[in-house]
């Protein structure tokens, strides 16, 4: 399901094997979290984001946690819950500091608080592990942040900042 999410960008097929997985085992924190995402991608980004926040649950104080915050802060990034998805984005850093999908939505989402600092200390961490990081990189529809593209947060940036 994650692959067809990001990968193929197809949110139907991500939904259905993600469907199939938490129809499986219900139990299944990853299911959850992909089913979420893939529900948010196709529109429905309030019970994407409660599924989300179900696998975050489920998940405990397992290894998965930092990919499942990740995960949860994408959704809601997606349904326009910013300080929630500011909140998920630093649980996920927390527990993986060098894990940069969270960091790529930290460094808009603290610009969006009017947090610059904040902002420009995850755009410095990411430019040791990506060197070539910039804000208008977070634009560029070659890198991975389509999940923050699509939610349209970035238009609210200001120009110079994006």
Not at 66 to 82: P, R, S
Not at 137 to 153: M, V
Request: net charge neutral.
């Amino acid at each position: 399901a994650q692959v067809h999410s990001i990968a193929r960008q197809s949110p139907v097929a991500a939904f259905e094997l993600a469907e199939r997985s938490v129809q499986l085992n219900p139990a299944n924190p990853m299911g959850w979290a992909c089913l979420g995402i893939a529900e948010c991608y196709l529109g429905k980004t309030q019970v994407g984001l409660e599924h989300a926040l179900l696998a975050r649950d489920l998940v405990g104080a397992t290894p998965l946690r930092f990919q499942i915050n990740a995960l949860a802060c994408i959704a809601a990034t997606m349904a326009g819950d910013i300080d929630r998805s500011i909140l998920l984005g630093e649980a996920s850093h927390g527990l993986a500091p060098d894990f940069k999908p969270p960091m790529r939505f930290l460094s808009a989402l603290y610009l969006l608080r009017d947090q610059h600092e904040q902002s420009q200390i995850m755009v410095d961490r990411l430019k040791r592990l990506e060197p070539n990081f910039s804000y208008d990189l977070l634009r560029d529809r070659e890198y991975p942040a389509s999940s923050l593209q699509r939610s349209k947060l970035l238009e609210k940036l200001p120009g110079r900042q994006v």
